[in-house]
Structures are given as C-alpha cells and as structure tokens.
C-alpha cells in the first residue's frame, strides 16, 4: 500500500459519513512520548492526549514511550530491548512499518532535534520541526540571535557558564534560565545578588549554559503556529498570560494558579504586531508543524520571551485552547498537522 494514501485521499469512504474505514487504508501513526529529562511526565500526558484524540477511523495508533533510563517500550510498558541500543533497535523497526511520527517528546533528546533526525535517518516522516530548527529553537541563545537578525527585538541578556559564575555581579533584577530547558525549570527571577547565586547555581545544575536577561515588564502573550498541507501557516488567535506575583515558572504552569485569557484582549496595531514577529521568527528558525511563540506585549511592541517546536499536548494545553477559540478543535489540529506532514514528505511504500 502506498504510505501517504490516507493523507492524500481525503475522501475516501468513511471520512465524511462516519462509517468505519478498512484497517488497511488507515493512516499507521506512532506516538511517541517520555523522555530522558524533566519534562518526561508531560510528555507522558501530551502523548497521551494526542493518541487518545486521533480518530481511530482514520489513524492507527502505535504508541511508543521513551523510558528515563533511555531504552524505548510499547504500549503495554514492557523495554523493546534488554539494553538501551536494543530497544533503540527494536523501535526504528516499528517506526519504520510506520505512515508517520508524532515525536511529541519535550526538551533534550526529542524537542532538540534529536527524534527529527532518527526518524530522517530511518526515512520516515516526522511531525513537527526538522532536526536542525529544533536544536535552534531548544538553545535560547541561538533563538535570540535568529529573533534579532529579522527585526524581531528580545530581552538584553549574556551567556553565562559556570566557570563565569562566580564573577558575574548585581546590578538590577534579572531572569536566569538554563539555556536549552522547557516548562521553565530551573528560571528564577533575581531580585538581590544573593537570589542571583542562587538562581544559577539551579540553572546551571540543567545545562552548562545559562541566560541572564534584564527583567521586561510587559504582558506575557503566546501565539501558535500551524502549518497547513501546501505550506500556508495558520496563526491562533492570542493568549494571555496571569500571574499573580510576576514569574510564570514550572510551579505557576503546572500548579493551576495561573489563568489563560484567550482570545487576549488587544488593538488590531498590537494583534498586527505579534503576528507578523510570530511568522518572521518561525520562518527564520525553519519551523515546521506546530510551534508556540511566546512574547511579552510592551508598550515599545512585542518582545520575543521563547520558541516552543513541541508544546504541551494536552486537550488543556495552551496551543489546543488557542486554536480551540478559532473554532478548530483538537483532533482537528491533530489530523492537519499528520495531513501537512505527510503532504511535505515523499511517497514511500510501506514494508511487508
């Protein structure tokens, strides 16, 4: 069976009408979640949501998990392999009888490139960013320069490492963050050269690079990206950030305190703004798929905080409730993004 004929197919029996489609014209979708970091239980839950929400008319669902020793299980939790390059094996095998990769791992060793190029190497297509925007976007510093290069402004801010670290002084508040972690672990706001010891001894126990920024006052605004089969990008509506007490942090994301506003209330000047930042850095960083760009709205424009290639997943999650609130739902988003995915890759034949 040729691999893209569910993506290509787009009427085929059963799409439009509800009636259930042969297993054998279904669309072989593996689902990968896990990690080898500390993102690695939400990933579990976007990987999750994401099998749960593919209409199994249409999608058959292989999920795969990444464990945090490294070596890879299938669905039933069991190691591929007794070793991580067994299981490593055992899995480019099944991914390899496979339409189409969802890598919907966050961070190191899946966000950052890492899953992109597996599957480019094993010849399969893969959702989301190529390997080399994903590693780009992961490295803050990298992003920065890229948001800077097409006129989009962000935070003044170093590099710093740790053998730097200690001579690094206080002048005025500062946000330190490791320079490639997600969902805000180890940022701090330093507010006293004390908290500034403190905040990069955290961040550097993360990464070996660490960003120190001047503190922007500003709203915090996130837009979503998709890309659609043929190319074309559909921006979200905005979301609005609030925090009571300043720094959105992994306790604020996770912990319920923080609200979401969405659509965020803006002029069309600023809304105008933040779309076209939002397109110039996804297309500088050579995005594809679903991303997430997150800003703080000042009263000088938009200031570009980060660059998600793999956010969270969740039915709940930011990027489906932004999309949700243009009246495109969740497995909706789902199916465009296998859709573009499997319409930007070349037809293959799937394995006996």
Same mark, same amino acid.
């Given at each position: 069976?040729?691999?893209?004929?569910?993506?290509?197919?787009?009427?085929?029996?059963?799409?439009?009408?509800?009636?259930?489609?042969?297993?054998?014209?279904?669309?072989?979708?593996?689902?990968?979640?896990?990690?080898?970091?500390?993102?690695?239980? $939400?990933?579990?839950?976007?990987?999750?949501?994401?099998?749960?929400?593919?209409?199994?008319?249409?999608?058959?669902?292989?999920?795969?998990?990444?464990?945090?020793?490294?070596?890879?299980?299938?669905?039933?939790?069991?190691?591929?392999?007794?070793?991580?390059?067994?299981?490593?094996?055992?899995?480019?095998?099944?991914?390899?009888?496979?339409?189409?990769?969802?890598?919907?791992?966050?961070?190191?060793?899946?966000?950052?490139?890492?899953?992109?190029?597996?599957?480019?190497?094993?010849?399969?297509?893969?959702?989301?960013?190529?390997?080399?925007?994903?590693?780009?976007?992961?490295?803050?510093?990298?992003?920065?320069?890229?948001?800077?290069?097409?006129? $989009?402004?962000?935070?003044?801010?170093? $590099?710093?490492?740790?053998?730097?670290?200690?001579?690094?002084?206080?002048?005025?508040?500062?946000?330190?963050?490791?320079?490639?972690?997600?969902?805000?672990?180890?940022?701090?706001?330093?507010?006293?050269?004390?908290?500034?010891?403190? #905040?990069?001894?955290?961040?550097?126990?993360?990464?070996?690079?660490?960003?120190?920024?001047?503190? $922007?006052?500003?709203?915090?605004?996130?837009?979503?990206?998709?890309?659609?089969?043929?190319?074309?990008?559909?921006?979200?509506?905005?979301?609005?950030?609030?925090?009571?007490?300043?720094?959105?942090?992994?306790?604020?994301?996770?912990?319920?305190?923080?609200?979401?506003?969405?659509? #965020?209330?803006?002029?069309?000047?600023?809304?105008?703004?933040?779309?076209?930042?939002?397109?110039?850095?996804?297309?500088?960083?050579?995005?594809?798929?679903?991303?997430?760009?997150?800003?703080?709205?000042?009263?000088?424009?938009?200031?570009?905080?980060?660059?998600?290639?793999?956010?969270?997943?969740?039915?709940?999650?930011?990027?489906?409730?932004?999309?949700?609130?243009?009246?495109?739902?969740?497995?909706?988003?789902?199916?465009?993004?296998?859709?573009?995915?499997?319409? #930007?890759?070349?037809?293959?034949?799937?394995?006996?």
């Amino acid at each position: 069976m040729e691999r893209h004929a569910a993506a290509r197919d787009r009427h085929r029996p059963g799409h439009e009408t509800g009636e259930a489609v042969p297993v054998s014209t279904r669309t072989r979708v593996a689902v990968i979640g896990g990690g080898q970091n500390c993102e690695h239980e $939400v990933s579990l839950s976007s990987a999750a949501a994401v099998a749960a929400a593919l209409d199994a008319r249409r999608h058959e669902v292989i999920a795969l998990t990444i464990r945090p020793d490294g070596r890879w299980a299938g669905d039933d939790g069991v190691p591929l392999g007794a070793t991580t390059a067994a299981s490593l094996a055992a899995a480019v095998r099944v991914l390899g009888s496979c339409d189409v990769v969802l890598p919907v791992v966050h961070g190191r060793l899946g966000e950052d490139g890492t899953l992109a190029g597996l599957c480019a190497l094993a010849g399969v297509p893969c959702a989301g960013s190529p390997l080399g925007a994903g590693a780009l976007a992961m490295d803050k510093w990298a992003t920065k320069l890229a948001a800077e290069a097409v006129g $989009v402004t962000t935070a003044r801010g170093r $590099v710093v490492t740790a053998a730097e670290a200690p001579t690094v002084e206080f002048h005025r508040p500062v946000v330190v963050k490791p320079v490639s972690a997600g969902s805000s672990h180890g940022v701090s706001l330093a507010r006293t050269a004390a908290d500034l010891r403190g #905040a990069l001894a955290e961040a550097l126990e993360l990464d070996d690079r660490v960003l120190v920024e001047e503190v $922007v006052h500003g709203r915090e605004v996130d837009l979503a990206v998709a890309e659609l089969p043929g190319g074309d990008l559909r921006i979200s509506p905005p979301l609005e950030v609030l925090v009571d007490g300043g720094l959105f942090d992994t306790d604020t994301k996770y912990d319920g305190s923080a609200r979401f506003l969405v659509p #965020a209330p803006l002029t069309v000047a600023e809304l105008g703004q933040l779309r076209a930042a939002t397109e110039r850095v996804y297309r500088a960083l050579g995005c594809r798929g679903i991303a997430r760009v997150d800003f703080f709205l000042t009263p000088s424009g938009p200031v570009l905080n980060e660059v998600n290639t793999m956010p969270g997943m969740t039915g709940e999650s930011q990027v489906p409730r932004m999309f949700a609130a243009d009246g495109w739902g969740y497995p909706a988003l789902l199916d465009t993004w296998i859709e573009a995915t499997l319409a #930007a890759s070349p037809a293959r034949v799937r394995a006996a």
